[in-house]
Protein backbone atom coordinates (compact mmCIF):
# COMPACT_ATOMS: atom_id res chain seq x y z
CA UNK A 1 0.00 0.00 0.00
CA UNK A 2 1.60 3.20 -0.65
CA UNK A 3 2.03 5.73 1.61
CA UNK A 4 -0.53 8.65 2.29
CA UNK A 5 1.87 11.81 3.13
CA UNK A 6 -0.08 15.06 4.27
CA UNK A 7 1.74 18.36 4.78
CA UNK A 8 -0.09 20.53 6.66
CA UNK A 9 1.76 23.88 6.27
CA UNK A 10 1.57 27.82 5.50
CA UNK A 11 3.43 29.07 2.43
CA UNK A 12 5.74 32.11 3.56
CA UNK A 13 7.07 29.37 7.19
CA UNK A 14 10.57 28.35 7.03
CA UNK A 15 9.75 25.93 8.98
CA UNK A 16 7.15 24.20 7.05
CA UNK A 17 9.82 25.09 3.73
CA UNK A 18 12.32 22.68 5.32
CA UNK A 19 10.05 19.83 5.34
CA UNK A 20 8.92 20.48 1.66
CA UNK A 21 12.80 20.13 0.98
CA UNK A 22 13.35 17.24 2.29
CA UNK A 23 10.11 15.69 1.10
CA UNK A 24 11.59 16.88 -2.28
CA UNK A 25 15.10 15.12 -2.23
CA UNK A 26 13.04 11.98 -1.31
CA UNK A 27 11.00 12.18 -4.33
CA UNK A 28 8.41 11.56 -1.86
CA UNK A 29 4.78 12.61 -3.31
CA UNK A 30 2.00 14.25 -1.10
CA UNK A 31 -0.90 16.10 -0.16
CA UNK A 32 0.20 20.21 0.62
CA UNK A 33 -3.03 21.78 3.04
CA UNK A 34 -2.46 25.46 3.29
CA UNK A 35 -3.56 26.48 7.16
CA UNK A 36 -4.85 29.99 8.11
CA UNK A 37 -3.43 30.70 11.10
CA UNK A 38 -5.71 33.33 12.13
CA UNK A 39 -8.15 30.35 11.83
CA UNK A 40 -7.00 27.16 12.79
CA UNK A 41 -8.59 24.05 10.56
CA UNK A 42 -10.04 21.42 12.88
CA UNK A 43 -7.32 18.69 11.52
CA UNK A 44 -4.50 20.55 12.45
CA UNK A 45 -5.94 21.13 15.92
CA UNK A 46 -6.06 17.45 16.14
CA UNK A 47 -2.76 16.27 14.62
CA UNK A 48 -1.06 19.15 17.11
CA UNK A 49 -3.39 19.35 20.17
CA UNK A 50 0.35 20.26 22.17
CA UNK A 51 1.40 23.66 20.34
CA UNK A 52 -1.60 23.83 17.98
CA UNK A 53 1.56 25.26 15.35
CA UNK A 54 2.62 24.09 11.77
CA UNK A 55 4.14 22.59 9.95
CA UNK A 56 2.96 18.92 10.79
CA UNK A 57 3.19 16.02 8.44
CA UNK A 58 0.85 13.47 9.07
CA UNK A 59 2.63 10.03 7.14
CA UNK A 60 -0.36 7.23 6.99
CA UNK A 61 -2.77 9.08 9.62
CA UNK A 62 -0.03 9.97 12.37
CA UNK A 63 0.87 13.30 13.09
CA UNK A 64 4.41 14.55 13.74
CA UNK A 65 5.17 17.71 14.89
CA UNK A 66 8.08 20.59 15.00
CA UNK A 67 9.98 20.84 11.67
CA UNK A 68 13.45 19.28 12.06
CA UNK A 69 11.92 16.40 13.82
CA UNK A 70 9.57 15.83 10.99
CA UNK A 71 12.91 16.13 8.35
CA UNK A 72 14.61 13.85 10.88
CA UNK A 73 11.78 11.51 10.58
CA UNK A 74 11.51 11.40 6.30
CA UNK A 75 14.97 10.82 6.50
CA UNK A 76 14.79 8.12 8.45
CA UNK A 77 11.52 6.56 7.25
CA UNK A 78 12.77 7.13 3.89
CA UNK A 79 16.14 6.16 3.70
CA UNK A 80 16.50 5.00 0.26
CA UNK A 81 18.09 7.82 -1.30
CA UNK A 82 19.46 10.97 -0.14
CA UNK A 83 20.82 10.93 2.86
CA UNK A 84 20.64 14.20 5.28
CA UNK A 85 22.25 12.98 8.37
CA UNK A 86 25.37 11.11 8.12
CA UNK A 87 26.07 7.98 9.53
CA UNK A 88 28.79 8.37 11.87
CA UNK A 89 27.44 9.06 15.60
CA UNK A 90 29.32 12.13 16.03
CA UNK A 91 28.92 14.40 12.55
CA UNK A 92 25.03 13.27 13.16
CA UNK A 93 25.42 14.90 16.52
CA UNK A 94 27.48 17.88 15.44
CA UNK A 95 24.34 18.21 12.82
CA UNK A 96 22.12 18.23 14.97
CA UNK A 97 24.00 20.42 17.12
CA UNK A 98 24.01 23.28 14.37
CA UNK A 99 20.74 22.83 13.62
CA UNK A 100 19.54 23.36 17.29
CA UNK A 101 21.64 26.37 17.03
CA UNK A 102 19.78 28.01 14.20
CA UNK A 103 16.47 26.90 15.63
CA UNK A 104 17.21 28.67 19.14
CA UNK A 105 18.88 31.77 17.38
CA UNK A 106 18.16 33.05 13.68
CA UNK A 107 14.44 33.08 14.06
CA UNK A 108 13.99 34.90 17.32
CA UNK A 109 16.47 37.54 16.49
CA UNK A 110 15.09 37.95 13.28
CA UNK A 111 11.69 39.07 14.72
CA UNK A 112 13.95 42.17 16.33
CA UNK A 113 14.62 42.91 13.00
CA UNK A 114 11.48 42.94 11.02
CA UNK A 115 8.60 43.53 13.85
CA UNK A 116 10.55 45.70 16.59
CA UNK A 117 8.84 49.32 16.66
CA UNK A 118 12.17 50.28 18.76
CA UNK A 119 15.42 51.71 16.21
CA UNK A 120 17.91 50.24 19.46
CA UNK A 121 16.18 47.05 19.62
CA UNK A 122 16.39 46.45 15.71
CA UNK A 123 19.79 47.56 15.76
CA UNK A 124 20.52 44.99 18.54
CA UNK A 125 18.90 42.57 16.64
CA UNK A 126 20.73 43.22 13.40
CA UNK A 127 24.35 42.95 14.81
CA UNK A 128 23.18 39.62 16.50
CA UNK A 129 21.70 38.60 13.40
CA UNK A 130 24.77 38.66 11.72
CA UNK A 131 27.03 37.34 13.88
CA UNK A 132 24.74 34.83 13.99
CA UNK A 133 25.37 34.33 10.60
CA UNK A 134 29.09 34.92 10.43
CA UNK A 135 29.66 31.77 13.12
CA UNK A 136 27.65 29.77 10.46
CA UNK A 137 29.55 30.92 7.43
CA UNK A 138 32.86 30.00 9.54
CA UNK A 139 31.61 26.39 10.46
CA UNK A 140 30.70 26.05 6.61
CA UNK A 141 34.13 26.87 5.91
CA UNK A 142 35.14 26.04 2.44
CA UNK A 143 32.82 23.38 1.76
CA UNK A 144 29.95 23.42 -0.69
CA UNK A 145 27.47 22.35 1.83
CA UNK A 146 27.48 22.64 5.93
CA UNK A 147 26.58 18.90 5.03
CA UNK A 148 29.90 18.41 3.27
CA UNK A 149 29.77 17.35 -0.44
CA UNK A 150 26.35 17.17 -0.46
CA UNK A 151 23.06 19.11 0.64
CA UNK A 152 22.48 17.55 4.13
CA UNK A 153 20.65 18.45 7.96
CA UNK A 154 22.03 21.70 8.39
CA UNK A 155 21.38 22.78 4.98
CA UNK A 156 17.76 21.96 5.00
CA UNK A 157 17.53 23.78 8.46
CA UNK A 158 19.11 26.89 7.08
CA UNK A 159 18.22 27.43 3.50
CA UNK A 160 14.88 28.43 3.85
CA UNK A 161 15.85 31.34 6.06
CA UNK A 162 16.90 32.57 2.73
CA UNK A 163 14.18 33.74 1.63
CA UNK A 164 13.50 35.85 3.96
CA UNK A 165 16.81 37.62 3.86
CA UNK A 166 15.80 40.58 1.25
CA UNK A 167 13.25 41.11 3.76
CA UNK A 168 15.88 41.23 6.52
CA UNK A 169 18.00 43.51 4.53
CA UNK A 170 15.01 46.15 3.96
CA UNK A 171 13.74 46.74 7.33
CA UNK A 172 17.09 46.45 8.96
CA UNK A 173 19.24 48.14 5.96
CA UNK A 174 22.40 46.16 5.64
CA UNK A 175 23.37 43.76 3.02
CA UNK A 176 24.10 40.18 4.10
CA UNK A 177 25.87 39.40 0.91
CA UNK A 178 28.80 42.04 1.90
CA UNK A 179 28.76 40.51 5.72
CA UNK A 180 28.49 36.85 4.27
CA UNK A 181 29.76 36.47 0.78
CA UNK A 182 30.26 33.52 1.31
CA UNK A 183 27.33 32.09 3.04
CA UNK A 184 25.35 33.82 0.17
CA UNK A 185 27.53 31.70 -2.22
CA UNK A 186 26.55 28.88 -0.56
CA UNK A 187 22.13 29.72 -0.67
CA UNK A 188 22.62 30.29 -4.43
CA UNK A 189 24.21 27.07 -4.54
CA UNK A 190 21.50 25.31 -2.73
CA UNK A 191 18.96 27.08 -5.43
CA UNK A 192 20.75 25.73 -8.24
CA UNK A 193 18.83 22.22 -6.76
CA UNK A 194 15.48 21.73 -7.76
CA UNK A 195 14.26 20.62 -4.28
CA UNK A 196 15.20 23.26 -2.76
CA UNK A 197 14.49 26.16 -5.64
CA UNK A 198 10.94 24.41 -5.92
CA UNK A 199 10.28 24.44 -2.26
CA UNK A 200 11.39 27.87 -1.17
CA UNK A 201 8.82 30.70 -1.01
CA UNK A 202 9.61 33.90 -3.70
CA UNK A 203 11.43 37.05 -1.55
CA UNK A 204 9.33 39.78 -2.98
CA UNK A 205 6.39 37.86 -1.81
CA UNK A 206 7.74 37.52 1.53
CA UNK A 207 8.53 41.08 2.07
CA UNK A 208 5.17 41.76 0.89
CA UNK A 209 3.77 39.67 3.09
CA UNK A 210 5.90 41.05 6.00
CA UNK A 211 4.84 44.52 4.68
CA UNK A 212 0.70 43.14 5.38
CA UNK A 213 1.65 41.81 8.90
CA UNK A 214 3.54 45.01 10.08
CA UNK A 215 0.56 47.25 8.82
CA UNK A 216 -1.88 44.78 10.56
CA UNK A 217 -0.15 45.20 13.81
CA UNK A 218 0.24 48.65 14.06
CA UNK A 219 4.07 49.03 13.06
CA UNK A 220 3.99 50.71 9.95
Known sequence: MAD????????????????RVALAEKGLEYEYREEDLWNKSPLLLKM????????????????????????EYIDEVWNHKSPLLPT?????????????????????????????????EQETGKKEFIECLKLLERELGDNPYFGGENLGFVDVSLVTFSCWFHTYESYGNFSIETECPKLIAWTKRCLEKES?????????????FASGMRKRFGIE
Open 4 to 19: EIVLLSTWPSMFSMRV
Open 48 to 71: NPVHKKIPVLIHNGKPICESMIIV
Open 88 to 120: DPYQRAEARFWADYVDKKLYDIGKKIIWSTKGE
Open 196 to 208: VSSSLADPHKIHD
